[in-house]
């Protein structure tokens, strides 16, 4: 009569044995359609704004600040440098009029342009005349 009290200690255990415990691990009897290759969402590629540091023209353009690290749009100020004194001293030499030879000083092209962070007004570039 005991044997008919003996119980099944299979039962303790929540799994039978075979079970796959692990439910990472990818089972071999799964239906084939769970193998079909789903194609990734594209990842949105934000625009990247190509800074060019050594690029800066004479008019205002997209750059990073080196000092506040922002993307901003430089403002422009125009210096005189040595391009525009040479300017002058090339119309002084051939037959400018009187106070032609100013007029380097009063054009955007033959000055240097200086680019400078309209948020914290750093120098960001500079295109020289020469
Ligand atoms: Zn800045």
Known sequence: MAYAYTPNNDMK????????????????????YYNTPVPPPVPVIQPVTVVQPMGFGHMPQAAQCSACRQQIVTNVRYESGGGTWLFAFLICIFGG??????????????QDAVHTCPACHAPVGRKNVL
């Open 97 to 110: 009029f009187l106070g032609c030879c100013f007029i380097p000083f009063c054009v955007s092209s033959c």
């Open 13 to 32: 255990t929540p799994y039978p044995p075979g079970y796959p415990m692990n439910p990472g691990m990818p089972t071999p009897n799964q239906p084939p």
